[in-house]
């Protein structure tokens, strides 16, 4: 840990009594104090808020409800309420309905007399057209956004410098029209748009594949920096960002969003990394009013942790990188922060929503509404009192040009902003005072000047601005580049092209991007040049992007023979994405035998894309894998082995590479494995082959491949292997696994091998692949006497699995009773859902069904009896010990490690736990192990898929690609199932992790299990 972040979480414990209980117990630095300025009965569940000119306060309040998309749509819940200080003292003592009947807004703005908010799907301009204070008058500025009531759903919007708004939306598809009607963009993944105020002009800013980006923030350079959660999935990392035009960024595993976009070359990554935390509320400050160095810095609300944070910004070439330090924390857990905002005068206004929120939440399984939010202001005790922070003193109308652009360089942010929007007001009246201010004027005037042209837009205003592309400060030719782009200058081309030398990246960055909206195609040449020489990420992105833009093929094709390996490598991504570019074949594949390891990886990514270039694929694989010393040459052959697996050509060469050792057997192995709808005959022998292998990893190599092409039965080899006891067991267990997908009735040997880990204690893998096994085996009645027999040994995640065999098979009345009585001494009974018991009785003749029935009604209670159990929980957790909890965990006990990770072991279907204890309390632990439906973690939902051909998976979804979908399994094993063959995918009704743990485990180690976890900071 740093020293200035250890400085700057020391003094919380100093501070603690400094902060009265209005303040909701929040510790501040010390010299800093805070004071709580709006509750109940004033505001309720607060969300997110923004000023108008006079310093009224419009809040974003949600209902204190967690409904769904048709809830809502039907009834909508929610309001904006407009705050007033009607005293001055800084506390606000009037609160009104501005407007009401809401979905889920979050979000506001104010502008040039109306409101702009956010509430899904659209957003709305709301206008108070007669004065009474509340709006009568409703206009859609952009929609076609879907949401589902989690949070996860259209946020702002926010008025750049520019004079456009911009917003966020997160990854729940979007179907978003010009007012003409004409298509924007009709897709799934993340984006942050922008239009116009009148709602015209509405454009896409960047994307990815991230679940939810919530607000922005933007510079006096009109850098745009934005927080979202679930930046990656597994482990969860939610990010600060800053969005670079055209940009793609994470999550990773969503392939098949990620492929909506334009893609530069490898995805971009975060300004700064934050763990999971949940970051909401987001402002950059822009006075040093709560102190030194604090202008600049990001302001950032965490829904998790309880935390304001504080993020200085560096610049690292193009782009920038962040240092989060904590600011302000509660203990505190009904407190949720969700925005941030710069008051006039500096001081910080924190918005705590309360405890309401629950869904998809993993800090919030129970919607507690008698916790209601509040505001709090932060400042630094005895700041200096600024006269007049919003202009309100100052005749705005009155004014002349002249006059308002003295008032560009103001001290006071909110009148240079308001100075921005009335001389933007005046139109082409005002550029002759804008004109004059750009000499002699300091720099923030000078681009303030430059921001109000931009918003002008007219062609007189355009020749102002162009001047500050020779302006003596770089953050000025910024915003003129910046100008250029937004109004399309044509007549700045020249300019521009001379900035692509500009000793500043960020310069270069932004006339890069300005020159790809010209679309000139003589700027092709300047910007392969400028490509050659670029080695930072940022910049070479928006280099190729305007390549892109320009969409000039023939130009960008001479590009090819440049001399540089960077500019070829900007050459060949922009033709590949490109409309109508035709790169050919020969070109890319010339590119990957390259030395340059950037230029090779950009013509692999092309090369995979293209199933249609075989017979380069297989020339290049001869090329590629004739030496495995040569590691790189040997990476891109396997990836274009396997990426062309399904072509005849790479078919029949891979053949003539059986015999003689010429290809390593692995690698053969995995590409054929990676499809089902590519078949070979000559694989079966290969395959039985390396089954049998002494070398453990060809092995299991071979037995996935098998798991892929299991219909065309490999039944015989796999009962071998399985029956080898020489053979670890696991393997043994996976092969009959494989075995019984192929149909086929278990044989006593078989059925002798998959009970034994039940009898004999097995490992939570062995145990949860038999368990997978046995519940989609067809047996026989004395079969099925022995599954019945091991009940009470099985845990709650494996008792889910044996249920399933019950619905094939006999059904006589003495099996039903068997079952019933059986089921009623197994203490996972609690585990499973009672529809799971409800659905092993179905197929029996009555009475088993009406036998069963007070057992299912028996767990259903159990599950009802939720607070009740968890404070009874809760209060058994306080003698856990941490030491004792880790090797239980480590030992299996409630399999807890077959689905979590801590540290570098454990599984990955459910969330990493190597830091839990940061972000949950032990009551939050106690609730999502004994009731893991009340809150299931997001990225870590189940789905139900139904195939053709095989069994239907439950299971996660840890990543996606373009033609499949990985399915992972409570057992361990990723299934990667062709989109082709998926008959239905739907969200699975409950969450993958079986409730009614804590009866499983005894109460002492249940209790040392949440010390061990609480102690995962």
């Known amino acids: 840990m740093s020293l200035r972040r250890l400085i700057a979480l020391v003094p919380f414990a100093l501070c603690a009594a400094e902060s009265a209980s209005p303040a909701g117990g929040i510790q501040v ?19 997110m808020g923004g000023f108008d000119d006079r310093g009224r306060l419009f809040v974003a309040e949600n209902a ?18 407009v705050l007033e200080d009607t005293d001055g003292d800084g506390t606000f003592d ?22 702009y908010v956010a509430s899904p799907p659209s957003i709305w301009k709301l206008e108070d057209t007669d004065g009474d204070g509340r709006a009568d008058q409703r206009t859609e500025i952009a929609t076609g956004f879907k949401f589902t009531g989690n949070a996860a759903d259209v946020h702002g919007p926010f008025l750049h410098p520019n004079g456009r708004l911009y917003w966020c939306h997160g990854r729940k598809g979007h179907e978003v029209h010009q007012r003409d009607g004409t298509l924007v963009s009709k897709a799934l993944g993340a ?32 850098e745009i920096f934005g927080d979202a959660n679930i930046f990656q999935g597994s482990p969860r990392v939610d990010a600060i960002i800053h969005w670079i035009y055209g940009g793609v960024y994470p999550r990773n595993d969503i392939e098949n969003v990620l492929a909506e976009f334009k893609r530069t070359g490898d995805l971009l990554g975060p300004a700064a990394p934050l763990g999971h935390v949940a970051p909401s509320g987001l402002t950059l400050l822009r006075t040093d009013a709560l102190g030194a160095g604090f202008a600049g810095s990001l302001m950032l609300a965490e829904f998790n942790t309880h935390r304001l944070m504080r993020i200085p910004l560096e610049r690292d070439g193009a782009t920038f990188r962040g240092r989060p330090e904590i600011f302000a924390i509660t203990a505190d857990t009904g407190v949720h922060f969700t925005g941030v905002i710069e008051d006039a005068d500096g001081s910080l206004l924190a918005i705590d929503t309360g405890a309401w929120f629950r869904r998809g939440c993993p800090t919030s399984g129970v919607a507690r509404t008698d916790i209601q939010g509040a505001i709090y202001r932060i400042r630094r005790a005895n700041a200096p009192r600024i006269a007049d922070p919003r202009g309100l003193a100052i005749g705005w109308a009155k004014a002349a040009p002249g006059e308002l652009a003295a008032l560009l360089g103001d001290t006071r942010p909110f009148v240079r902003d308001r100075a921005i929007r009335e001389l933007a007001r005046r139109g082409d009246a005002a550029v002759p005072a804008l004109r004059a201010a750009l000499p002699g004027a300091s720099a ?85 040049n400028a490509a050659a020489v670029a080695a930072d990420p940022a910049l070479t992105h928006a280099l190729i992007f305007a390549l892109i833009e320009i969409g000039a093929p023939e130009e960008t094709r001479r590009q090819l023979s440049h001399a540089a390996p960077r500019a070829r490598r900007a050459a060949l991504i922009a033709l590949d994405q490109i409309a109508g570019a035709n790169l050919e074949a020969a070109s890319v594949f010339s590119a990957l035998r390259s030395t340059e390891a950037g230029l090779r990886s950009a013509a692999l990514a092309i090369a995979v894309k293209h199933p249609e270039w075989s017979r380069e694929a297989a020339e290049f694989l ?16 396997r990836s274009i082995l396997v990426a062309f697996i399904r072509a005849a050509g790479v078919r029949d060469w891979l053949r003539a590479q059986f015999g003689g050792g010429k290809i390593d057997p692995r690698v053969a192995l995995d590409a054929i494995g990676t499809t089902a709808e590519a078949w070979d005959d000559a694989w079966r022998g290969f395959l039985v082959t390396h089954l049998r ?11 996935r491949a098998i798991g892929v092409h299991r219909a065309r039965d490999f039944s015989a080899a796999l009962r071998e292997v399985a029956h080898d006891s020489g053979r670890p067991a696991a393997f043994r267990v996976a092969a009959l696994q494989v075995a019984a997908g192929a149909g086929k009735v278990l044989d006593a040997d078989s059925l002798q091998l998959l009970t034994a880990p039940f009898a004999t204690g097995g490992t939570p893998e062995a145990r949860a692949q038999a368990a997978t096994v046995l519940g989609a085996a067809t047996l026989d009645r004395s079969q099925l006497l022995k599954v019945i027999a091991l009940l009470p040994q099985a845990g709650p995640l494996e008792l889910t699995q044996l249920l399933g065999v019950f619905q094939r098979g006999p059904t006589d009345l003495d099996l039903a009773a068997s079952l019933l009585a059986r089921l009623r001494e197994t203490p996972s009974r609690f585990g499973v859902t009672g529809g799971a018991v409800q659905a092993a009785f179905r197929r029996f003749p009555e009475p088993g069904p009406a036998n069963a029935a007070p057992l299912v009604s028996e767990i259903m209670n159990a599950a009802v009896a939720k607070d009740s159990r968890v404070l009874e929980l809760e209060k058994l957790t306080a003698g856990g010990d941490a030491a004792r909890g880790r090797a239980a965990f480590l030992a299996g006990a409630g399999a807890c490690q077959g689905c979590h990770r801590i540290g570098e072991a454990g599984g990955r279907v459910g969330p990493d736990l190597s830091h839990i204890g940061a972000i949950r309390t032990a009551r939050d632990l106690v609730e999502s192990i004994a009731f893991p439906d009340a809150s299931i973690a997001r990225g870590f939902e189940g789905f139900r898929l139904e195939r053709r051909g095989g069994e239907p998976l439950l299971g996660m979804i840890p990543r996606e690609t373009a033609d499949a979908i990985v399915v992972a399994t409570p057992d361990g094993q990723e299934h990667v199932v062709p989109r082709a063959a998926i008959v239905k995918l739907e969200p699975a009704a409950n969450s993958l992790m079986p409730p009614g743990l804590d009866r499983v485990l005894e109460p002492k180690v249940f209790a040392d299990l949440i010390a061990f976890l609480k102690s995962l900071q």
């Open 444 to 528: 923030l005037a000078r681009s303030n000047a430059v921001w109000a042209l931009t918003r002008i837009g007219s062609a007189a205003a355009q020749a102002a601005a162009r001047v500050a592309l020779s302006d003596s400060e770089a953050n000025v030719r910024q915003v003129a580049c910046q100008s250029a782009f937004v109004t399309a200058d044509q007549s700045a081309h020249a300019a521009l092209v001379r900035l692509l030398e500009d000793p500043a990246a960020p310069v270069r960055r932004e006339s890069a991007r300005a020159l790809g909206r010209l679309r000139q195609p003589n700027a092709v040449a300047p910007l392969a």
């Open 94 to 115: 009037r609160s009104a309905v501005f407007a009401d009947k809401l979905t889920f807004p979050q979000g506001v703005l104010w502008l040039d007399g109306a409101l």
């Open 191 to 222: 984006r942050v748009w922008s239009c116009r105020p009148d709602g015209s002009d509405i454009q896409v800013h960047a994307g990815g594949g991230m679940d939810n980006p919530v607000e922005l923030a933007f510079s006096q350079e009109g």
């Open 622 to 637: 001869s090329f590629a894998l004739a030496d495995a010393r040569d590691s790189a040459r040997s990476e891109s052959g």
């Open 64 to 81: 204190g409800v967690n409904l769904d998309e048709k809830e809502l749509a039907a009834h909508p819940p929610s309001r904006v309420i």
């Open 29 to 47: 630095p010390p010299g800093f104090e805070i004071t709580r300025v709006a509750a109940a009965p004033l505001v309720n569940f607060p969300m």
């Open 693 to 703: 292998s002494p070398d453990a990893a060809t092995a299991q190599a071979a037995l």
